[in-house]
Nanobody, 126 residues
Framework: QVQLVESGGGSVQAGGSLRLSCAAV????????LAWIRQAPGKEREGVAA???????TYADSVKGRFTISKDNAKNTLFLQMNSLKPEDTAMYYC????????????????????WGQGTQVTVSS
């Protein structure tokens, strides 16, 4: 059974950095598309960043230039480096995996992802 386990969340001040990790169990992350998706209180889930099997990436406009998605295929681990954090980045961050190849044109579409982690909280104070 596929399991995705996030870690690395926490509380930081605006301008700070955090690095999220997502360990995939029983899932060969090297072959399929992966994403980080967040949900702020009272808001719907939104795609933040996605990466496909070739290593190509796509980002939401709100995080471009500040966040970097990457993966280590050998360790089956997905990362999200978050720099210059803002209070509006406060949310629960989820790691998500597609059930197959996903064109990055759809990479930030929440409904395209089948497997989800339990989430890790990121809180940014001003």
């Amino acid at each position: 059974q596929v399991q995705l386990v996030e870690s690395g969340g926490g509380s930081v001040q605006a301008g700070g950095s955090l690095r999220l990790s997502c360990a995939a169990v029983a899932y060969t992350s090297g072959y399929y598309s992966l994403a980080w998706i967040r949900q702020a209180p009272g808001k719907e889930r939104e795609g933040v960043a996605a990466i496909d099997s070739t290593g190509s990436t796509t980002y939401a406009d709100s995080v471009k230039g500040r966040f970097t998605i990457s993966k280590d295929n050998a360790k089956n681990t997905l990362f999200l480096q978050m720099n210059s954090l803002k209070p509006e980045d406060t949310a629960m961050y989820y790691c998500a995996a597609a059930s197959g190849y996903l064109d990055l044109h759809y990479g930030l579409f929440v409904a395209m992802y089948k497997y989800w982690g339990q989430g890790t909280q990121v809180t940014v104070s001003s």
